[in-house]
């Protein structure tokens, strides 16, 4: 069975471009997730999805990021407009659902990197 | 103030030592803790997870919970220069909605 892809593995964007990052979950999971990893912030939680339903959309990463789930297999991210600080690694993953006890499988991740 | 934290922020052990990683939560709204390790340029992958009070083992990985205290740690014993890696300790919250937030991570490196 595939794994959580993610396109593309690196992107550099010009400060305020638009960015669209892409992900597939593992087929059949339910649940999916886009994460955003630097060292000083670690892993922060931008947009979760169940059954392609937004659960949460990232409180503070609400005015330039964009998650959409357009079926159970693809769901992008969009960043716009990019500013330097964005630069980060962004993950994707996905899990079963159901009850609230779920392993999350990551995608490899996108090295965005904002000049 | 970070729901979940996670100490010592780095780690160095040498081969064959025992290496013990802690993280508590702040929101007492927590259901389960799991365990992710994450080697350099590498995605999480999902280590150990404990829903219970008490102990858990695989291999030469323990898990201890506390759920009145929100504690859980992760033992790692004669350790491996391949167990040098980032830890990730995750917390299940439900509190209206749910949530699955990420410690900041225990760099472990184990020195051949």
């Known amino acids: 069975d595939a794994g959580v892809t993610q396109t593309p593995r690196h992107e550099v964007a010009e400060k305020g471009q638009t960015i669209i990052l892409k992900c597939e979950p593992v087929?059949?999971?339910?649940?999916l997730f886009w994460y955003r990893q630097t060292k000083i912030q670690g892993l922060e939680l931008l947009s979760y999805f169940r059954s392609k339903s937004l659960m949460e959309d990232g409180g503070a990463f609400k005015d330039r990021f964009k998650a959409e789930m357009l079926n159970s297999s693809f769901s992008t991210l969009k960043i716009q407009p990019t500013e330097p600080k964005d630069s980060a690694v962004y993950l994707c993953a996905s899990s079963t659902g159901g009850a609230s006890a779920e392993t999350l499988y990551f995608g490899s991740g996108t090295r965005l990197t904002v000049l | 103030q970070q729901k979940v934290q996670q100490s010592p922020e780095s780690l160095i052990v040498p081969e064959g030592g025992m290496a013990s990683l802690n993280c508590t939560s702040s929101d007492r709204n927590v259901d389960y803790f799991w365990w992710y390790r994450q080697h350099s340029g590498k995605s999480p992958k999902m280590l150990m997870s404990i829903f219970s009070n008490g102990e858990k083992e695989e291999g030469r990985f323990t898990v201890h919970l506390n759920k009145a205290s929100l504690h859980t740690s992760l033992h790692i014993r004669d350790s491996q220069p391949s167990d040098s890696a980032l830890y990730l300790c995750?917390?299940?919250?439900?509190?209206?909605?749910?949530?699955?937030?990420f410690g900041s991570g225990t760099q472990l490196t184990v020195m051949p």
């Open positions: 087929s059949g999971h339910n649940d």
């Open positions: 995750a917390a299940s919250i439900t509190s209206g909605s749910w949530q699955l937030i």
